[in-house]
């Protein structure tokens, strides 16, 4: 499984988190909170989100957000993942949380959204379980990148 997200990654900084999140997982399911430091990724601190997962009932609080993901969203850190917005892909990112803890291990996500102010964003994230006792998720690391593919503004200067 592993190895087949790899080769479905494309975008180089989702590929280096994601081979960031496998060293410090080891011979281990899944890797703790403590084996992450920032001094190791400091190239991806933009793009990383740190979520809490918390039981009865469940919710996905962001406990770190990067300039990049907090850019994109309204949510800040401390809020839950379920106050997102549709617009802001609420739904589909609640359902890669939940295929990350139900199935154990990386989720990874490329799809295109909508803006109705901007284009079109092609978005490519990967969601990776976090346990302390290296049973119970109970954190996920999650590296999302998202670049214009279609952009609604004119173009600038030059007539054609």
């Known amino acids: 499984m592993?190895?087949?997200i790899r080769q479905e990654i494309t975008h180089?900084?989702?590929?280096?988190?994601?081979?960031y999140w496998c060293l410090l997982r080891g011979d281990r399911d899944f890797p703790c909170r403590a084996d992450l430091d920032p001094i190791d990724i400091p190239h991806l601190l933009h793009i990383v989100s740190l979520i809490d997962v918390l039981a009865d009932p469940v919710d996905f609080r962001f406990r770190l957000i990067g300039a990049r993901p907090a850019a994109g969203h309204s949510v800040q850190i401390g809020?839950?993942?379920?106050?997102?917005?549709?617009?802001?892909?609420?739904?589909?990112?609640l359902a890669r949380y939940q295929r990350c803890i139900e199935g154990r291990g990386p989720?990874?996500?490329?799809?295109?959204?909508?803006?109705?102010d901007q284009g079109v964003f092609r978005i490519e994230a990967i969601?990776?379980?976090?346990?302390?006792?290296?049973?119970?998720?109970?954190?996920?690391?999650?590296?999302?990148?998202g670049e214009i593919v279609y952009s609604n503004r004119p173009r600038q200067g030059g007539s054609l």
């Open 2 to 4: 592993i190895d087949k």
């Open 12 to 19: 180089p900084d989702i590929r280096r988190g994601f081979d």
């Open 107 to 116: 989720v990874l996500d490329i799809y295109e959204n909508a803006s109705t």
């Open 127 to 145: 969601t990776c379980p976090l346990s302390d006792d290296n049973t119970a998720i109970n954190m996920m690391l999650s590296f999302g990148c």
């Open 79 to 93: 809020q839950s993942a379920f106050d997102l917005t549709e617009k802001e892909g609420r739904a589909r990112i």
